[in-house]
């Protein structure tokens, strides 16, 4: 186990970036790829909608301060850690109604590899869990095993189409279940924006956990697959286009 107490690591926890358009991507370069998960910002002219909630070692409140100022909505795409460990602090939070039950239970969490992997009931994500899954300690003293993701109830349950406007831009939510029964896209469709949480980002697809349905998963990809979308802003790693979109989902359609 090689985590260092950096006293400075819990100020640049999250790493903000400008990615145009009044969007910013916020990321978590201390937690281990298969948890660093995309917080993505959107500014309305309205109010602003932050979609995901990180893992919520460090709280987006104290990480991302300017990211409260106009009191965002939070859209969870689905009730997994890396996804929604800060959704607590945000005053308003939506999720799709299938994922409610998971995320008020309080989803199954853990800093520990093997203990996460037991919780989450699969060990089959691409890589092999490491020992810890963040490799700084936000500060000094930090206690990896009290770390857990409160439960949070929604005060708006999304449905399949319903849009969500924010001023000057409005998203469409895609229910496209599989990974979870509740997982969502958001769709911008002015400017061909697809948030995608983890329906599809260019990685290992995870379709095997207790909650996932492969034979939907499957169906979900086939809609994206068939969508006009300029780029694509998934729940992990890197944007991307329509043809990558196009070749990731041929790729998990033919058994990767
Ligand atoms: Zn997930």
Not at 133 to 150: C, F, K, N, Q, R
Not at 205 to 219: F, I, K, M, N, T
Request: with cysteine.
């Amino acid at each position: 186990m090689t985590v260092h107490a950096g006293e400075a690591a819990a100020a640049r926890w999250y790493e903000v970036r400008d990615v145009g358009g009044g969007v910013a991507r916020i990321s978590e370069p201390h937690v281990h790829q298969i948890l660093r998960a995309n917080v993505w910002w959107l500014r309305g002219t309205e109010r602003d909608l932050v979609v995901d909630a990180g893992l919520g070692v460090v709280g987006l409140r104290a990480g991302v301060p300017a990211m409260f100022a106009r009191d965002p909505m939070a859209v969870l795409t689905h009730a997994h850690l890396d996804h929604v460990g800060a959704a607590h602090e945000f005053r308003e939070r939506a999720a799709h109604a299938a994922d409610a039950g998971l995320l008020a239970a309080g989803v199954p969490a853990s800093l520990y590899g093997p203990e996460l992997a037991r919780k989450l009931g699969t060990d089959d994500v691409g890589d092999p869990f490491p020992d810890v899954m963040i490799d700084a300690l936000p500060y000094e003293g930090y206690d990896l095993g009290a770390y857990t993701v409160p439960g949070v109830t929604l005060t708006r349950s999304l449905a399949d189409g319903e849009r969500i406007d924010c001023g000057g831009r409005t998203l469409t939510v895609l229910h496209l279940p599989g990974h979870t029964p509740g997982s969502v896209a958001l769709l911008e469709e002015h400017t061909g924006t697809l948030y995608s949480g983890d329906v599809v980002y260019d990685g290992y697809l995870v379709d095997d956990l207790p909650e996932s349905d492969p034979a939907a998963y499957r169906r979900s990809l086939e809609v994206l697959a068939g969508l006009d979308v300029a780029v694509v802003h998934p729940g992990h790693g890197r944007s991307f286009d329509r043809a990558r979109l196009r070749h990731i989902v041929t790729r998990y359609l033919a058994g990767r």
